[in-house]
């Protein structure tokens, strides 16, 4: 076997697993409409709460839930659906984000319960979000997405010697910096991946 | 380059498009028929040959099922065909080091 032989079996190995790389990448899409659509519900808690209108309270938790819940949906398990290649490590991530989600569900219905106080809802949600983001990290190999789950544990930190109002203000803005940010980074790294395949 | 060596490569593996097959595997959980066959270049006849003598070998698991009302081909690679493809990396590379001492 010749020199040229064996480079040119690397290079079609390459081109493959690179070609693979750039199909199975996350777009970024579930993060980025998750993240605004939980900041706008978390707003209005927020306001709700700050005018006293705590009937809107409960309401408001289900239409942000339901909501991402059909978000999630469209923007991961339709689209998987339809794609002709499935990666381990996408399975392994929305694992990850079902096995976090399900916790910080039911910990926002805790105080209605009387089981937690209303003040440790946030935190104990952000810690397990965290866990989450982390994890995400971890796994597309993206410092800033690891470094983002830190945002969510400080955040953590911060609501915990915090009241229920300014909590939800603390919240929307560590969504912004732990959540739509790294989908951000994720949509355009996404993007230039696609556009240097189109230019192949 | 010893013959032995050359020998010593699966003829599985060794064919290019195969070689194709087994790299766009060895990454995912699973892939199409047509993501194989966009990858590789090549015809329907021909992919179906080559992944048909993998399926054979017992490097590949094909699975044919249903998307709706589209009849729809899964492969995924076995536990012996990520053994011969790591193998067959770890001989190119040999060949390649085995080469640069020549020089």
Redesign the interface.
Known sequence: ???QE?E???A??K???E???K??AESGHFFIAIGIFSICCIFLIGVANFYHLIHLELPLLLIMMIGNGLIGYITVFRRE?KK?????LK?ICYSIWAACAVPAIITFFLPYFGVIPGNLVGVFSTLIMGIAVFSTGVIFESKFIVWSSFVWWGGAMVMAFMKVIPQSFVMVAVIFVGWVMPGIILNRRYRNGSRTNESR | ?SQD??LQ?DPIVHA?VR??IL??L???????F??LKE??KTTDGNLNTHLTKLEQSGYIRIKKTF?GKKPLTLCSITKKGEKAFHLY?EQ?DQ??RS?KNKT
């Open positions: 076997m010749k020199h064996v040119q079996e690397i079609i190995i081109k493959m697993i070609k693979t790389r199909e199975t659906k002709k290649v499935h990666s381990y399975t | 380059m060596k050359i490569l290019p070689l194709a790299s766009i060895i990454t995912v959980e699973n892939a199409h047509t993501f990858s590789t998307q990396l190119l060949i390649v080469q």
